[in-house]
């Protein structure tokens, strides 16, 4: 069994291991962890909280022998599922919270089977300082150029429009699971801050720091989930493209994007309601009455107009950093991808 040391998270990329393990319980894991890594816990959710009752009620020692029989069931469970299919050359890493008893435990027994096992020194706590250095203490030094537009401009559809053209990009709604506005939410729950975050700092480790990255223009926050400072600071010092569209495109586009919204009445409605303090009660009622309509295009011309635009008018004003305009005249696919095409061409 040999120790990994982690000081940066580069060196994960010159970690060689077949399968990444996660020993920890399902809502440590969930909450966060290393990009890759498969979940095998040793002690579940309930046993976990079950350990650590007995350790502060009867005592470390009784807590220690009940985890220690749990653990080894648990060990023997995954050899016989996960496991069952790994031959003699496999090469796993293992980590718990800090590298302590769980996953020493885990690891004692792979390597005594034979496998050449590595087991993270300091555990998740480690990984976690070198994200934290990553978005939070260091620069991001990548050389970055965001996409900007009002809303439905088809900034992310460009953006994926611009990696089919070989640029570096990072999709930072993607990596929140988010939409970026009141109406944005995706089906799938966003992930918690620090898994997010971990997705952020795995995507920049692959990325060209020489190389341009495009980055869609946000908020500081995507849904719930806040950008990291250090890219935040990034960001609001990037160049800027600005997108520009007819407000009936845009209007077009939204609905296209966000026809999952049309099939839900009552989470539509809510949200048309949650706008109540910024707009009169005649704006909501008519927004609601284009719902019921089913008036899709209509709605949302009006939600861009009267709602939208002037917030992006007030957040982001023209400046020295807008370094070209593109006037799309519609947003199809055809559109986006010559636009795209012509960015590569003329941004370096």
Not at 1 to 21: S, V
Not at 59 to 78: C, D, E, I, M, Y
Not at 119 to 130: D, E, K, M, T
Not at 336 to 347: P, Q, R, S, T, W
């Amino acid at each position: 069994m040999t120790p990994f040391i982690l000081n940066r998270l580069a060196d994960l990329q010159t970690l060689t291991a077949d399968t990444i393990i996660d020993v920890r319980a399902p809502c440590e894991f969930a909450r966060d962890h290393i990009p890759g890594a498969i979940n095998l816990p040793v002690l579940d959710d309930a046993e976990r909280a079950q350990i650590g009752t007995i350790y502060a009620r009867i005592s470390p020692f009784h807590a220690r022998k009940t985890g220690g029989a749990l653990v080894a069931q648990n060990t023997a469970r995954h050899l016989q599922g996960s496991l069952a299919e790994k031959d003699g050359a496999w090469q796993p890493l293992v980590y718990c919270w800090r590298g302590g008893q769980r996953s020493a435990a885990f690891a004692t027994i792979l390597d005594q089977i034979g496998w050449r096992v590595r087991l993270l020194q300091g555990g998740y706590q480690s990984y976690r300082r070198a994200v934290v250095d990553t978005l939070y203490e260091a620069p991001v030094n990548h050389r970055m150029c965001l996409i900007q537009g009002g809303t439905g401009t088809a900034k992310t559809a460009l953006l994926h429009h611009l990696a089919r053209q070989d640029a570096q990009i990072l999709d930072l709604e993607g990596l929140a699971a988010h939409r970026g506005s009141l109406f944005g939410s995706i089906e799938k729950a966003q992930p918690a801050q620090k898994m997010f975050e971990s997705s952020i700092a795995a995507a920049l480790g692959t990325l060209d720091p020489d190389r341009i990255t495009f980055v869609e223009a946000e908020s500081s926050k995507i849904g719930a989930r806040l950008i990291p400072p250090a890219l935040w600071t990034a960001m609001n010092r990037a160049a800027q493209i600005r997108i520009t569209a007819p407000i009936t495109a845009r209007a077009e586009f939204l609905c296209r994007a966000y026809g999952d919204l049309t099939q839900d009445a009552a989470k539509l409605a809510g949200l048309i309601d949650r706008l109540r303090p910024y707009h009169s009660a005649s704006h909501i009622d008519s927004w609601h009455a284009q719902a019921r309509n089913r008036d899709w295009v209509s709605l949302a011309a009006g939600l861009i107009s009267a709602h939208y635009d002037p917030r992006y008018a007030k957040s982001t004003p023209v400046g020295e950093r807008t370094i070209k305009q593109v006037d799309l005249p519609d947003l199809d696919e055809a559109t986006l991808a010559k636009a795209a095409k012509a960015i590569c061409a003329e941004v370096t």
